[in-house]
């Protein structure tokens, strides 16, 4: 079993939404409550890539197991070297280390991009992405109390940072 990262294709877009309405559906890792369709997901990585964002994915013999991206952390101008990522794999593929390989990656095209910092942006109950996440080195640096709704209960969000000059 070879993992393997390419950019990503329109194409991938249909294995994409599936891997996100998995998580929309069943987790509070997505805060959305709407399912994705490919035109919607077209559009969005449409804008990342006007942007110059790169959106990866991860294949085992050629079929999409995960796939990650970064963009904007917020819009104002002073905040272009801070990115926010998402790394997202297919449920019944987790633990082959495919997250792993996303998230470095990622990582190391941000360090091309010159940017500065990666911010994490995840759900408080998710402890195994917390834990995944300072294995990078990220570190918590904030709460945000209650600031999502979903599944009929308040979710509390954990901003994790990683400094990518100090990186490894």
């Known amino acids: 079993m070879e993992i393997k990262i390419r950019p990503y294709k329109a194409s991938d877009a249909k294995s994409i939404v599936a891997i996100l309405n998995y998580y929309i559906l069943n987790s509070t890792a ?4 709407d399912l994705r369709t490919v035109d919607q997901q077209l559009t969005i990585f449409k804008e990342k890539r006007t942007k110059g964002f790169p959106i990866i994915v991860a294949t085992i013999e050629n079929h999409v197991v995960g796939f990650g991206y970064y963009s904007e952390f917020r819009f104002r101008e002073a905040y272009k070297f801070t990115v926010e990522h998402s790394v997202y794999v ?3 593929e987790h633990g082959k280390g495919i997250g792993k390989i996303l998230l470095q990656s990622l990582i190391d095209l941000a360090k091309k991009q010159k940017l500065h910092t990666m ?3 995840i759900d408080s109950e998710n402890q195994s992405s917390v834990n995944f996440h300072e294995q990078f080195g990220f570190e918590t640096v904030g709460i945000i109390k209650e ?3 979903k599944f009929d209960r308040w979710l509390h969000s954990v901003l994790m940072q990683l400094l990518l000059e100090q990186a490894t």
């Open 30 to 33: 997505i805060y959305d409550y």
């Open 90 to 92: 297919l449920p019944n």
């Open 119 to 121: 911010i994490a942006v």
């Open 147 to 149: 600031s999502g709704f």
